[in-house]
């Protein structure tokens, strides 16, 4: 069982500053004067044109293009042959997008590839490469046309981002059966042998991956918790016997498993 957050993403080389940051977006940076892309998602922008030329540039780079590091798919080669399942709550598909099989994973916060209605109208989300593409192709001085600005197509009302954030959040069926799949995962591997193996987990929403591993583990003498965290790598005295804390970057690590596991290290 892998539970992973935004660490892993970031020891994959998705992160929100300095380098990656300056090469996409130095014109908002200048004009604006924030300095890192989480920042800027939070920018009071005047007109919905500038919101979007920015938000669409932030899901591009952060969606539909591939991490600068293969983390992901050394994961996938230790445990593409064994009996996994993945909860995490990173939003940039990076699993999917690595080869993991879409019916073992369970994104429980959102998708940056997908749009909801901002009502919500409905329990419903819409796919948004095509229009994201054309949103970054399209703008100029740093504003989409018109026209590409999203809109519900059930009732009219602009879209956002399918990203949990408040009571909004729109869990719509894919996310309900994903949901069912990871509790079904669960229950029908009660009290046998299993590795929750939690990756870049922090303490922003601890409810939703760790605290539930390290209860897990807890009631499962033949459970085994391991953590890989850079700075965070910690358990509860109640399972430390049964625990493995590595403090370290988590893709170090795994292409060091990756290279002991064929041999070569």
Request: aromatic share 14%; with cysteine.
């Amino acid at each position: 069982m892998i539970g992973a957050g935004a660490g892993l993403s970031t020891s994959a080389g998705f992160v929100y500053t300095g380098e990656r940051f300056h090469k996409v977006f130095s014109d908002f940076e200048e004009r604006y004067g924030f300095h890192d892309m989480y920042s800027g998602g939070f920018y009071p922008y005047k007109t919905p044109e500038e919101y979007w030329a920015y938000w669409s540039r932030y899901i591009y780079v952060n969606r539909y293009m591939d991490a600068p590091k293969p983390i992901y798919q050394e994961l996938l080669e230790l445990v593409k042959d064994k009996d996994y399942f993945v909860i995490t709550t990173n939003v940039d598909h990076c699993f999917q997008k690595a080869g993991f099989d879409k019916k073992r994973l369970f994104y429980t916060q959102g998708d940056y590839g997908l749009f909801q209605c901002s009502g919500p109208c409905c329990q419903e989300t819409f796919e948004n490469e095509e229009i994201i593409r054309r949103m970054v192709n399209g703008q100029r001085d740093m504003k989409i046309p018109t026209e590409l600005i999203p809109k519900c197509p059930k009732c009219g009302k602009p879209l956002t981002m399918d990203l949990r954030s408040d009571d909004k959040f729109v869990e719509d069926e894919g996310w309900h059966l994903a949901a069912d799949r990871y509790r079904d995962f669960l229950r029908t591997r009660k009290d046998r042998r299993i590795l929750f193996l939690e990756l870049g987990v922090g303490y922003n929403t601890p409810v939703i991956i760790k605290y539930p591993f390290w209860q897990m583990t807890a009631d499962n003498d033949k459970a085994v918790y391991a953590c890989i965290n850079h700075g965070e790598a910690v358990c509860p005295k109640e399972i430390e016997r049964r625990s493995i804390c590595i403090n370290g970057d988590i893709g170090d690590i795994l292409s060091a498993l990756g290279k002991a596991r064929s041999g070569s290290l």
